[in-house]
């Protein structure tokens, strides 16, 4: 509410009562028709089902075609498409970018560290290994194909998936969207031999539960044995899920981080994240520190999915500074620039 708007009602509180209550319902109604719709600001893609919400904040060529024959699929079934497959689009999606991106970071960088059979129609030829084959087996100076090996490049981009799960009592309502999301994860896991990492925020912070493997059956276990809490210390997952991923990126793996949680963030970092965040400040220091982590990841360029387990449809942006679950997310999406799903129900 604007200086003016406040000092109008004022006044009118002074003059009648029933007068004010009136002005203030109006006001009320015309915000909520001219900021309808502005949750999803930004967005480059939207599908709509029965049971779940899909909406990108970034686009790739492949994305379109993608999500063309998907929308195509969601008419022809009447909406009746599962929530785990928009996940699992959402993942998808994220990892080709990433895979993209670490691509690009290690152009110049790779080098060929050994050798090998040649595998597949296209390779790079290791001379001097296929020259001192050749001498072996007594065919030099001319080379038959038995003597040909590969070069075996160091930097190849590969993947791995950061899971920040949050584990509040509040998810206890949210457990069917949890398993959507999960499941989403596996597949997507198994089918790349993708690493996973799960990262659970609980009590006053996060610890690692699981570094980065590509046995998932390990991180299924270990979430089996976590337990709920009264607290949501989402930011300091999602941070600690950001220092994972840039000891993964060191390593040579391009991060996807993966946050599943219905929003409903109350505890803040201990300090703030500096020169972060502040071009939005909120009301509450636990939502002060989760835009402030969000624009952290987005300056380092992870991809990240995001998965709201208790999508609620918002008509309109609430007052400055106060977001519902629904509303945080989809602003760590759009701050990151990442994909958003909300499973309904």
């Not at 690009?104 to 960088?109: A, E």
């Not at 390779?123 to 020259?131: C, G, I, Q, R, Y």
């Amino acid at each position: 509410m604007t200086f003016l708007a406040l000092a109008l009602f004022v006044v009118l509180a002074l003059v009648d009562i029933r007068l004010a209550t009136l002005a203030l319902l109006l006001w009320l109604l015309l915000n909520l028709l001219l900021n309808r719709g502005s949750v999803y600001a930004g967005r480059r893609a939207m599908l709509r089902t029965r049971r779940a919400v899909y909406v990108a904040f970034s686009m790739s060529p492949d994305f379109k075609k993608s999500l063309l024959s998907l929308s195509r699929g969601i008419r022809v079934l009447g909406g009746r498409v599962e929530p785990s497959q928009l996940v699992e689009l959402a993942i998808n999606v994220s990892r080709k970018s990433a895979r993209l991106k670490g691509r690009r970071r290690m152009k110049g960088l790779a080098a060929t560290i050994d050798y090998t059979l040649p595998r597949g129609r296209y390779f790079k030829v290791h001379l001097p290994a296929t020259l001192r084959r050749s001498a072996a087996l007594g065919e030099f100076p001319h080379v038959s194909w038995d003597s040909v090996r590969a070069r075996l490049m160091a930097g190849r981009a590969k993947v791995s998936l950061i899971v920040v799960l949050d584990s509040s009592a509040s998810m206890m309502y949210s457990i069917r969207g949890i398993l959507t999301a999960l499941e989403a994860v596996k597949r997507e896991a198994r089918k790349f031999r993708d690493r996973v990492a799960l990262v659970v925020s609980k009590g006053f912070g996060a610890v690692v539960a699981q570094h980065p493997t590509t046995n998932f059956n390990l991180v299924l276990s270990k979430i089996s044995r976590i337990g709920l809490d009264d607290f949501t210390p989402l930011a300091s997952g999602m941070y600690l899920g950001y220092s994972l991923a840039m000891r993964e990126r060191n390593r040579g793996y391009e991060p996807v981080m993966i946050i599943i949680s219905d929003g409903n963030a109350n505890v803040p970092l201990e300090r703030h994240v500096k020169g972060f965040g502040r071009r939005w400040l909120a009301l509450d220091p636990a939502v002060q520190s989760v835009i402030e982590v969000a624009s952290l990841i987005a300056k380092s360029g992870v991809e990240t999915v995001i998965v709201n387990t208790k999508h609620r449809e918002v008509i309109a942006e609430g007052a400055e500074g106060l977001v519902s679950g629904t509303e945080l997310l989809l602003k760590v999406a759009r701050i990151t620039r990442g994909e958003y799903v909300g499973v309904i129900g």
